[in-house]
């Protein structure tokens, strides 16, 4: 069976960091898409930074020079450097790995871990 485990989450200050970690069995990370995405209640889960197997990276705007997605080959972990941390970056965070096969995506997800940024 094929597991995404999340960790890292926390409470910081703004201006802060975290790290968080997304650890997959299989070599999920290795053969497909890496991605974090975020969603706040009553909002839709929003796209945050993705990296393809050959190392590629895209963030989205609002984080763009703030995030950084990288990958453990070894440990087949993900993760996801945040600095410069702001309220709004305050949501719970998931991370996945898809791919596309005849047209159709595929996606395993983490069951998230919440990420608060606050005074």
Do not use: H
Request: charged share 20%; glycine share 10%; proline share 3%.
């Amino acid at each position: 069976q094929v597991q995404v485990v999340e960790s890292g989450g926390g409470l910081v200050q703004p201006g802060g960091s975290l790290r968080l970690s997304c650890a997959a069995s299989r070599s999920i990370f290795s053969i497909n898409t890496a991605a974090w995405y975020r969603q706040t209640p009553g909002n839709e889960r929003t796209w945050v930074a993705s990296m393809v197997s050959g190392g590629a990276t895209n963030y989205r705007e609002s984080v763009r020079g703030r995030y950084t997605i990288s990958k453990d080959n070894a440990n087949d972990t993900v993760y996801l450097q945040m600095n410069s941390l702001k309220p709004e970056d305050t949501a719970v965070y998931y991370c996945d790995a898809f791919r596309w096969f005849y047209g159709k995506r595929y996606d395993y997800w983490g069951q998230g871990t919440q990420v608060t940024v606050s005074s």
